[in-house]
Antibody
Framework: QVQLQESGPGLVKPSQTLSLTCAVS??????????WSWIRQPAGRGLEWIGR???????NYSPSLKRRLSISVDTSKKQFSLRLTSVTAADTAVYYC???????????????WGRGTLVIVSS | QSALTQEVSVSGTVGQKVTLSCSGN????????VGWYRQISRGAPKTVMF??SLASGIPDRFSGSKSGTTASLTISGLQPEDEGDYYC???????????FGGGTKLTVL
């Protein structure tokens, strides 16, 4: 069973850049069967998909975040990362990383989740 | 406003059969299988099922189905441990993005 662990600063100042990393416990990060996603959840609200990356670096981003968003992968370190620029209080949330299991039809679902990390945007 | 529509809340008694729904359009649910996720006390989400396939460790009283642009998660024989917030999610072809429903709070009375 793959394990995912988010890490990064818990406090970011407004207008600065939020950076998080997700460590993957096994070699599935190099598998053609998976994307690797970031998902967030503001307090008291529902889940919001942020974006995902494939082992070859191909990405898909949420249309509402794509201007500020960058996701990268380092397969040698078994990790992928999130960078969100120009943050505001609206970006305060628990951030989850998840393995996104891909099917030949193009459908995919999140089959494993990290425990989440709280990021607060405040001066 | 979420791309997928779910009931805000659903309740049932122990042993009852309940169904949660998730409505979308032809660009998402109409074309792809739907994932269901449960969140308890705002902890990390846990995968319940994808399409009509149960995730590991999920009892077979859970089942999934889809008709057109609406997916459903049915729990036959509701148990107290089934309480939680349930979210549906699916790939949206037109957006090239995953979309989530707003979540359904399931209460076991």
């Amino acid at each position: 069973q793959v394990q995912l662990q988010e890490s990064g600063p818990g406090l970011v100042k407004p207008s600065q850049t939020l950076s998080l990393t997700c460590a993957v416990s096994d070699d599935s990060i190099t598998s053609a069967n998976y994307y690797w996603s970031w998902i967030r959840q503001p307090a008291g609200r529902g889940l919001e998909w942020i974006g995902r990356i494939y082992t070859n670096g191909n990405t898909n981003y949420s249309p509402s975040l794509k201007r500020r968003l960058s996701i990268s992968v380092d397969t040698s370190k078994k990790q992928f990362s999130l960078r969100l620029t120009s943050v505001t209080a609206a970006d305060t949330a628990v951030y989850y990383c998840a393995r996104d299991s891909l099917f030949i039809t193009g459908a995919s679902f999140f089959d494993s989740w990290g425990r989440g990390t709280l990021v607060i945007v405040s001066s | 406003q979420s791309a997928l529509t779910q009931e805000v809340s659903v309740s049932g008694t122990v042993g009852q059969k309940v169904t949660l729904s998730c409505s979308g359009n032809n660009n998402n649910i109409g074309g792809y299988a739907v994932g269901w996720y449960r969140q308890i006390s705002r902890g990390a989400p846990k995968t319940v099922m994808f399409g009509n396939s149960l995730a590991s460790g999920i009892p077979d009283r859970f089942s999934g189905s889809k008709s057109g642009t609406t997916a459903s998660l049915t729990i036959s024989g509701l148990q107290p441990e089934d309480e939680g917030d349930y979210y549906c999610s699916v790939w949206d072809y037109s957006l090239s993005a995953h979309v989530f429903g707003g979540g359904t709070k399931l209460t076991v009375l």
